[in-house]
């Protein structure tokens, strides 16, 4: 029997990312992990409809919650952003019962749900080191990847207790599957720096110097590719490289792929193509 999750993909992977979707679902049918969707989730908020109105994004995200419960699932996503969003917003609803109430009152008011607080939120990272393991997850690679490789996490998910068992300043279970998979992981110091994503449209340089470090970080580090566990930064770490490079005079030409993408080719699936963004030429396939 598969190990079952309400499955939320994030926001991105409904709009610029797709391929974080696809090879997803692709993974996991690989891994045993069966994905029940959530109709009519809504977005996460990412924090940013937090800073406008706190109460109406924890309301949103109960409502996602409430749906997962009622099928007695926790919820999995591969995006770094929403799993850390639906984490912070269940967690302040859990230890403020007044909060936990007023977002209840409208909850039920406005859908008729409620939420009980029972739900946990999983990262896929964390499911594939706690749930499937890593000896179960070599056993299904079959595409290994046996070059040097940049893990990525990003600043969301270095929130104690939302990676489970994975340390917060020096976090491995990202590098783990990189060395279950026939890689060699490399290690740098800004493997858990923000590449500045919220930022984007209002301070690109900040945000080009912030993703031209970590590429070239990594690359000065021997990785022949970057694996990122944040769909976010993924895209920016992807697209702006090149931007990144003339903007700060930095080596960056380096693939990018998303955690989903390297998973669902090392078990077998899409061979002929490993990424979908920008450097997937420089990857592989077609």
């Not at 309400?6 to 069966?34: F, K, Q, W």
């Not at 989903?260 to 899409?270: D, K, L, M, Q, W």
Request: net charge neutral; aromatic share 6%; glycine share 10%.
């Amino acid at each position: 029997m598969p190990i079952r999750f309400a499955y939320h993909p994030g926001n991105v992977a409904h709009s610029s990312a797709p391929e974080v979707d696809e090879t997803m679902r692709a993974a996991c049918r690989s891994l045993g992990i069966g994905l029940v969707d959530l109709p009519g989730a809504t977005s996460c908020g990412a924090g940013i409809l937090g800073q406008a109105n706190r109460p109406l994004q924890a309301t949103l995200n109960a409502r996602t919650m409430s749906m997962a419960e009622d099928l007695g699932l926790d919820i999995i996503t591969p995006c770094a952003t929403t799993a850390a969003t639906l984490y912070e917003d269940l967690n302040m609803m859990k230890s403020d019962l007044n909060m936990m109430g007023i977002v209840n009152a409208t909850l039920e008011k406005s859908t008729g749900r409620t939420l009980e607080g029972t739900v946990r939120i999983r990262h896929l990272l964390q499911v594939l080191v706690e749930d499937i393991g890593l000896e179960t997850f070599s056993n299904k690679v079959k595409n290994p990847i046996r070059s040097k490789l940049a893990p990525y996490y990003g600043p969301n998910l270095q929130q104690e207790g939302l990676i489970g068992g994975d340390d917060v300043f020096d976090p491995w279970y990202l590098e783990s599957i990189i060395e279950s998979s026939g890689g060699t992981a490399v290690r740098y110091p800004s493997r858990t720096s923000s590449a500045g994503t919220p930022g984007l449209f209002s301070e690109e340089q900040t945000v080009l110097r912030q993703s031209a470090t970590i590429l070239s970080e990594a690359k000065a580090g021997g990785a022949k590719m970057l694996i990122s566990a944040c769909t976010l930064s993924h895209g920016v770490l992807d697209i702006y490289q090149g931007k990144a490079s003339r903007s700060t005079g930095l080596n960056t030409n380096l693939p990018v792929v998303h955690l989903s993408e390297y998973i669902a080719f090392v078990t077998g699936n899409f061979p002929k193509r490993l990424a979908m963004l920008k450097t997937r030429l420089a990857v592989i396939g077609d």
